[in-house]
């Protein structure tokens, strides 16, 4: 039976609700400035006449940065790394969370620890650029993929998941039933755990896709360029053409803004476009494995 809300109750969900619409506000607004900023003329943007909807609808910027031939390869090889990166990552992570999840598994308190204190301290970059030199992995496509294909902080989510979401009950059945390890992993553990496993999928899937500093430091070859870094090159050519004749050509200076909003909706209108789709998993699995530790 429902209960009449009480004034103090009335007043808690008005503020909650207040909270809430402008929390959004905060943050949709930045997305649709820049996406209406990408299609508006420059010049209105400058100016300050643009500030919700596009104004004088324009689209040199869009057609300045997918005339660059490099841009379909670029995106079929984020594409390509995202995907190859995300399975590892992923396979990884949940191998190495089931692992130190598991009660009986001597020294997981030691690993625990020792995974944990990767998160604060780690070589830095001419010790790994050395490393990664030193096992060949310069200019190659697993260099995008390999080296810190395991984020920690998802590891102990996903390990955290498994402690409070799988039943013991269901590992003592498992293994009453014959199962070993393996056999309980993949039967038992990962049917239940959908929830976050598309969240790691989800994080590990925007990391690789942004991800352009390792292609800066260890590609050479333009073929293998992801996406971002392309983006990354026409946005900087663009800045530098446009500084440099800034007596000369103010058309080139309005074209170099346009360009910054576009390249900005390029890069993240693929990621926008699936996050919808796994909203509902996101919020279950990071709530779920964060109750305890």
């Not at 959908?194 to 994080?203: E, P």
């Amino acid at each position: 039976m429902n209960e009449k809300l009480t004034i103090n109750d009335r007043i808690y969900i008005t503020f909650v609700v207040f909270f809430l619409v402008l929390y959004m506000i905060l943050i949709l607004y930045p997305l649709i400035f820049i996406l209406s900023a990408s299609f508006s003329n420059p010049a209105a943007v400058l100016r300050g006449q643009m500030w919700l909807w596009p104004v004088g609808f324009n689209l040199d910027a869009y057609e300045r940065v997918f005339s660059n031939v490099e841009i379909g390869r670029s995106f079929i090889n984020s594409v390509l790394y995202t995907l190859v990166g995300t399975f590892i990552s992923l396979a990884l992570t949940t191998l190495a969370a089931f692992c130190i999840s598991r009660k009986d598994l001597p020294g997981r308190v030691f690993l625990t620890i020792f995974f944990t204190f990767t998160m604060f301290f780690s070589g830095g970059i001419i010790p790994t650029f050395l490393v990664i030199r030193g096992l060949g992995m310069m200019n190659t496509f697993w260099v995008m993929v390999i080296p810190g294909s395991v984020s920690v902080f998802n590891l102990l989510i996903m390990r955290t998941f498994f402690l409070s979401s799988i039943p013991e009950e269901l590992f003592e059945a498992a293994y009453v039933d014959g199962c070993n390890n393996t056999r309980t992993l993949f039967s038992v553990v990962l049917p239940l755990s959908t929830s976050i496993i598309v969240v790691m999928v989800l994080f590990y899937g925007v990391n690789h896709w942004n991800e352009f500093f390792k292609a800066l430091i260890y590609i050479r070859d333009r073929v293998r360029y992801p996406l971002q870094l392309i983006l990354r090159e026409i946005l900087m050519q663009s800045v530098s053409e446009a500084a440099f004749e800034l007596e000369s050509n103010i058309d080139r200076i309005l074209l170099s803004e346009g360009i910054k909003y576009a390249t900005c909706i390029i890069a993240s209108a693929p990621l926008l476009m699936i996050f919808p789709f796994l909203q509902k998993f996101f919020e279950r699995g990071v709530t779920v494995g964060a109750i305890k530790g």
